[in-house]
């Protein structure tokens, strides 16, 4: 089963770059579709992107398209997430997540394992 740990967080000023890693040290990446997903304090868990078995097919919240891009390097189990121009409003804990299905999903509820999070934290 994937364990994932993600990295790469902290704190940047606004319009400034940050990259998440999530490596799934059980080294089995390359069997899920994979997913970033952030929580805000008070706020419901939201998706943020996810990139197929492959890395051919990519999908993004409309919040971040454009700004932000997903990868993976199936080799090196690791999922990354580039997070470009970032706002205020992109503050919160992102979480990776893989799914044990080929198809990709926006819905949180349909991926299996998460990884604890990491804080990002945008400045104004």
């Known amino acids: 089963q994937a364990q994932l740990v993600e990295s790469g967080g902290g704190l940047v000023q606004a319009g400034g770059s940050l990259r998440l890693s999530c490596v799934d040290s059980?080294?089995?990446?390359?069997?899920?579709?994979m997913g970033w997903f952030r929580q805000a304090p008070g706020n419901a868990r939201e998706f943020v992107a996810a990139?197929?078995?492959?890395?051919?097919?990519?999908y993004y919240a409309d919040s971040v398209k454009g700004r932000f891009t997903i990868s993976r390097d199936n080799a090196k189990n690791t999922v990354y997430l580039q997070m470009n121009s970032l706002k205020p409003e992109d503050t919160a804990v992102y979480y990776c997540?893989?799914?044990?299905?080929?198809?990709?999903?926006?819905?949180?509820?349909?991926?299996?394992?998460w990884g604890q999070g990491t804080q990002v934290t945008v400045s104004s």
């Open positions: 997540a893989a799914r044990g299905s080929s198809i990709e999903s926006m819905d949180a509820s349909e991926y299996h394992y």
């Open positions: 990139i197929s078995w492959t890395g051919g097919n990519t």
């Open positions: 059980g080294r089995t990446l390359s069997s899920y579709t």
